[in-house]
């Protein structure tokens, strides 16, 4: 069964300090896709960053990093220098190919908060 | 940048009453999902819709439920009888495609439904 697990359930950091959050998936599809989504206080989800299974290059957009490991199975993002502004949930989410649809299942979320 | 749009921002019900939740894919988008968030908890995934028809639902999404397309930009979310625990923050979301591509589903503001 599929499954993402956020360990963290809070992170409290002072602003400049960077910091990772963890997220560990479980599925038994070779071919998956995984994503992050930032939940601000007001509310919305905005999408982050999509991974495919195939493609384990770390990725970097601006102060945002993301680091995929199949061998861990884990996909943690990284913000470097945090700011005010980052104070948000972040969800960790994977989707299965081949499925009726590509649903997505959440993790429990990691609520970042940056204090000035 | 086109975005996914739902009204109402909230919605206070009596316990037993009917609620139509609407939203507004992004225009191009032919994969169209509905999910909920009880406070502090995950989001869920309700059901997923493609060619006027369900293509997935969620044990959640029982028959009190039913979604429809009824003109070719809108897409609601009907709750027949609403109960107490319906209380959420509920989300539409869109994408380019669904069936084994792991596209990218962006997901509307939400709307707040409290039944009372």
């Known amino acids: 069964a599929q499954k993402v697990t956020q360990a963290q359930t809070e992170i409290s950091v002072v602003e400049k300090e960077d910091v990772t959050l963890d997220c560990v998936y479980e599925t038994r599809d070779t071919t998956y896709y995984l994503f992050w989504y930032k939940q601000p206080p007001s509310g919305e989800l905005v999408f982050l960053i999509r991974?495919?299974?195939?493609?384990?290059q770390n990725e970097i957009s601006g102060r945002y990093s993301w680091n995929f490991q199949k061998s861990t199975s884990s996909f943690n993002f990284t913000i470097t220098a945090s700011q005010v502004v980052d104070s948000a949930v972040y969800f960790c989410a994977l989707s299965e190919h081949g499925g009726a649809t590509n649903k997505l299942i959440f993790g429990t979320g990691t609520l970042l908060a940056v204090q000035p | 940048e086109p975005e996914v749009t739902q009204t109402p921002s909230h919605q206070v019900t009596q316990m037993g009453q009917e609620v139509i939740l609407r939203c507004v894919p992004i225009s191009n988008h032919l994969y169209f999902y509905w999910y909920r968030q009880i406070l502090g908890q995950k989001v869920e995934f309700l059901v997923s819709f493609y060619n006027n028809e369900i293509s997935e639902k969620s044990e959640i999404f029982d028959d009190q439920f039913s979604v429809e397309r009824p003109d070719g930009s809108n897409f609601t979310l009907k709750i027949r009888s609403t109960k107490l625990e319906d209380s959420a923050m509920y989300f539409c979301a869109s994408s380019t495609g669904g069936s084994g591509g792991g596209e990218t589903q962006y997901f509307g503001p939400g709307t707040r439904l409290l039944v009372l």
């Open positions: 991974r495919n299974s195939f493609d384990e």
